[in-house]
């Protein structure tokens, strides 16, 4: 079975400042994606950034990166330069490449502080 | 590209009553549709999983006479909440998946539907 788990039910930052989003999952599956979702007060999930599991170099998406770590099953996302828009639930998933199911995080709620 | 909208956002009902929820996938075609659950301040609870034309895969724990999905098309799914009662009040969220879109297995969300059930 898969599992996903975010250790920090809560965070915050300084606007402007840098902040890493920590997750790790278990699974026996050799590849697999994995996925950062934002969800903003308006509950709508936003993808914010996609890994596949055989590529070894992490994923960028401007101010937003991955730490990638296969070997550990670990899957960090480290957010720069946070603005106020940031602030927001973040979840962690996981999605095997055979079917379309995901496992979701149980999220962390990041709040970019002023 | 890639939007999938739901219809109601919100939707007040008595209890006894029953509710219908659109997913609808605007400009592609969803070969899989899938329905979560999200209570407050919690994560995603998968509830099913649909394929075009065939009945849903209900996950562990889920009624499926109490919440009958139809996936009648490639691009409409609905979820029916049937005789509701307060303690299905909760934040209804749909997606959906085309193998033809991208190669990450990614799902396209809808933005929610809240339920409440006096």
């Known amino acids: 079975a898969q599992t996903v788990t975010q250790s920090q039910p809560e965070m915050s930052v300084q606007e402007a400042e840098t902040v890493t989003l920590s997750c790790t999952y278990d699974t026996s599956e050799n590849n697999y994606y994995l996925f950062w979702y934002k969800q903003p007060p308006s509950r709508q999930m936003i993808l914010v950034i996609r890994q596949e599991a055989y590529k070894q170099q992490n994923a960028t998406e401007n101010r937003f990166s991955v730490n990638f770590q296969k070997a550990a099953k670990s899957f960090s996302l480290k957010i720069s330069d946070s603005q106020l828009g940031d602030t927001a639930m973040y979840f962690c998933a996981f999605s095997t490449n055979t079917g379309n199911q995901f496992y979701f995080g149980t999220g962390t709620s990041l709040t970019v502080i002023p | 590209g890639a939007v999938v909208s739901q219809h109601p956002s919100r939707v007040i009902c008595k209890s006894g009553t029953s509710v219908k929820i659109e997913c609808r996938s605007l400009?592609?075609?969803?070969?899989?549709m899938f329905w979560y659950r999200q209570f407050p301040k919690q994560s995603l609870m998968l509830m099913a999983t649909?394929?075009?034309?065939?009945?849903?895969?209900?996950e562990q724990g889920v009624e499926k006479d109490k919440f009958l999905i139809n996936h009648a098309s490639l691009t409409l799914s609905t979820l029916t909440v049937t005789s509701a009662h307060p303690e299905d009040s909760s934040f209804y969220i749909c997606?959906?998946?085309?193998?033809?879109?991208?190669?990450?297995?990614?799902?396209?969300f809808g933005p929610g539907t809240r339920l409440t059930v006096l």
């Open positions: 400009d592609f075609q969803a070969t899989t």
């Open positions: 997606s959906a998946a085309s193998g033809s879109i991208g190669s990450y297995n990614e799902q396209f």
């Open positions: 649909s394929n075009e034309g065939s009945k849903a895969t209900y």
